[in-house]
C-alpha cells in the first residue's frame, strides 16, 4: 500500500484551481452512474443504437450487482482519505468501501460496451471514463488498484453481456 500512498501524493502535487473544477468535474459526472444510465436510455431511445442501449443498461446493472454490493462489501477496504484524513477533500468523503472504483466499473461497463457495438463512439467514451477514474485518485478517494480493478471489472462486464447479448440476438 506504500506505493499506492506516494502515486497519491505526487498528484496532490499536481493540484491547482483548473485542474481542481476539472476533476470535481469529472468525478461528478460520473457520480452513482447517471451520466452513463442517461447516454444509454439516449441510445434506447434512437432505433440505430437501441440495442446498444439495452447492452449498456444490462452491463450497468450487472456491474453494480457485482462491484458494489458485492465486491466492496467482501474486501471492505478503506478509502485513502479515511486513512489519511489530513489530506483536504474537494468533494463529499463517500461513504461506502474503497475496492473497486464504482465511478470506474460503471464508466468502464458502459464504455467497453460501447466500443464493442461503435468504435467511433466508444473511443471517446473509453477517454471520458479514463479521465472520470483518474480523477477518482486525484481528488484522493481511490487507491490505483481500486481503480485499477474498476477498470477489469467493467470490463470485463461489458464484454461479457456484449457476448452473450449478440449470441442470442
Known amino acids: 500500500m506504500a506505493w499506492e500512498f506516494d502515486w497519491l501524493y505526487g498528484l496532490q502535487e499536481l ?53 458494489n454490493l458485492i465486491i466492496k462489501n467482501l474486501v471492505a477496504r478503506d478509502r485513502p482519505c479515511w486513512i489519511d484524513p489530513e489530506v483536504e477533500l474537494l468533494i463529499k468523503n463517500p461513504k461506502d468501501y474503497s475496492f473497486p472504483s464504482g465511478h470506474t466499473v460503471n464508466g468502464f461497463a458502459a464504455a467497453v460496451t460501447l466500443l464493442c457495438n461503435d468504435r467511433m463512439l466508444g473511443i471517446p467514451a473509453v477517454i471520458l471514463a479514463s479521465a472520470i477514474a483518474f480523477s477518482r485518485m486525484y481528488l484522493f478517494v481511490h487507491f490505483p488498484t481500486d481503480v485499477f480493478a ?11 453481456v456484449h457476448y452473450v447479448y449478440s449470441r442470442k440476438a
Open 15 to 67: 493540484h491547482g484551481p483548473l485542474l481542481d473544477e476539472i476533476m470535481v468535474c469529472l468525478s461528478a459526472l460520473g457520480n452513482a452512474g447517471i451520466f452513463w444510465m442517461i447516454l444509454s436510455l439516449v441510445f434506447l431511445a434512437m432505433k440505430k443504437y437501441r440495442k446498444t442501449g439495452i447492452q449498456m443498461l444490462i452491463t450497468i446493472a450487472v456491474a453494480f450487482i457485482l462491484a
Open 150 to 160: 474498476g477498470v477489469i471489472v467493467g470490463s470485463v462486464c461489458g464484454m461479457l
